[in-house]
């Protein structure tokens, strides 16, 4: 079964930029899923940030992040990535990304579809 992970948290301060990382198992290839990145902030419902279709050629973002979260994807590397800029504390939580369901199914932010969900990267945006 596929099965990704987060890398890439840490504490950063406000303003300041961070590259998480979402990568397969090994022996999977992520370059027909679609993929999305999620947060979960302390106290707080779970939070779709960004989606990327699987050719890369499309993706959309929740609207805390637009303007400052970049979406993207390296299919030879199997990896996907969200670089992150111009950090708030609000940005602070638990980071994951998760694989739709199947091969060709949408990422929705809404995480309905979503099957395949890593154990998450801490963020923490802090002076």
């Known amino acids: 079964q596929l099965q990704v992970a987060e890398s890439g948290g840490g ?11 979402c990568a397969a198992s090994a022996g999977f290839t992520l370059d027909y899923y679609a993929i999305g990145w999620f947060r979960q ?5 779970r939070e ?13 973002y929740g609207d805390s992040v637009k303007g400052r ?3 993207s994807r390296d299919n030879a590397k ?16 638990v980071y994951y990304c998760a694989a ?10 809404s995480g309905v ?6 154990k998450g990267t801490l963020v923490t945006v802090s002076s």
């Open 48 to 60: 779709g940030v960004s989606c990327i279709s699987s050719s890369g050629g499309r993706s959309f």
């Open 69 to 71: 979260f970049a979406i």
């Open 41 to 45: 902030a302390p106290g707080k419902e």
């Open 11 to 21: 504490l950063v301060q406000p303003g300041g930029s961070l590259r998480l990382s």
């Open 100 to 109: 739709a369901s199947r091969i060709g199914a949408p990422c929705r932010l």
């Open 113 to 118: 579809g979503m099957d395949y969900w890593g």
């Open 78 to 93: 199997n990896t996907v990535y969200l670089q992150m800029n111009s950090l708030k504390p609000e940005d602070t939580g």
